[in-house]
């Protein structure tokens, strides 16, 4: 399974994903209020779209000196479709 990046993903291309594919289709980000939101499409083996999600987090607490960086967040997932499939992922 390939790494998904969530910092800066790529619009409406698929990423392998468990069993199946992720693809983003919106993406929004404000670094001065370290809040962040993705939507997208969940999709099976066969690439046909399964459910939808959206995910919304905030920082919370960060800290960064010369040798480590800390960062706490809070995420909110909510997923719509058939959740038997996408759990299966």
Do not use: R, V, W
Request: aromatic share 12%.
């Amino acid at each position: 399974m390939n790494e998904i990046d969530f910092t800066n993903p790529p619009l409406n291309l698929e990423q392998e994903c468990g069993n199946g594919y992720i693809k983003f289709t919106d993406y929004s980000s404000n670094p001065d209020t370290g809040l962040f939101h993705m939507a997208g499409e969940m999709l099976d083996e066969s690439h046909d779209i399964i459910g939808n999600f959206t995910s919304d987090a905030y920082i919370y607490s960060f800290h960064i000196d010369d040798h480590n960086m800390n960062i706490q967040l809070c995420m909110e997932m909510d997923y719509k479709g058939d959740i038997k499939k996408i759990l299966s992922l």
